[in-house]
């Protein structure tokens, strides 16, 4: 990462890093101690992976520790590394949690004042859809940021989910999407 951040020095590109992919199965210490590292090493920004197994049963105790911890960790860290901004973003799976857990991973998120909240990793069965966003957009009541991500691909979908309320875009399709854009084709295909 230190590297990565050095070489980017003085440019307008940011540095990011995501902590644990694929399903967040790793501490809420872990976590915090990666972000921490991460932060120290020139990240802007640290997606974290909510436990997505804990969240599915319901335990919310182990959701909101980890959500504290991360975000704490890395907004103290920046503070402290030449008080940079830092952007701290959390991973919902939305393919794999219902609604009302979401709603409560929001609720944690703006209580510790985080940034963003991310629906997918791309490793669930399936993508962003229309309706995540929205949803996630609805139960947002602070000024939560929303980067949809996970199967976007076409022009249509990331313009479709930029007007329902997305923030931001995650996609590995992403210069692709830009030159179908930029060349008036609306898929990939």
């Given at each position: 990462m230190s590297l990565v951040a050095r070489e980017l020095q003085g440019s307008d590109v940011k540095v990011g890093t995501v902590i644990g992919l694929p399903f967040g199965l790793i501490s809420?210490?872990?976590k915090a101690a990666e972000a921490r590292q991460a932060v120290h090493d020139g990240a802007n920004a640290v997606e974290v992976v909510v436990n997505v197994g804990e969240l599915v049963a319901d335990h919310y105790d182990v959701i909101r520790k980890e959500i504290h911890e991360v975000v704490n960790a890395a907004k103290m860290r920046a503070l402290t590394d030449e008080g940079g901004e830092v952007?701290?973003?959390i991973t919902v799976e939305t393919a794999l949690t219902?609604?009302?857990q979401q709603r409560r991973v929001c609720e944690m998120v703006g209580e510790y004042r985080g940034d963003f909240i991310?629906?997918?990793t791309g490793f669930a069965p399936r993508g962003v859809t229309i309706e995540d966003v929205m949803a996630l957009r609805e139960m947002s009541d602070y000024d939560l940021?929303?980067?949809a991500a996970g199967g976007i691909?076409?022009?249509e979908q990331a313009r479709t989910l930029i007007n329902a309320g997305a923030d931001r875009l995650g996609t590995s399709a992403g210069i692709q999407i830009?030159?179908?854009f930029e060349n008036?084709?609306?898929s990939l295909d």
């Open positions: 809420p210490m872990m952007a701290v973003m219902s609604r009302d991310i629906t997918n940021g929303i980067k691909r076409t022009v830009v030159e179908s008036g084709r609306p």
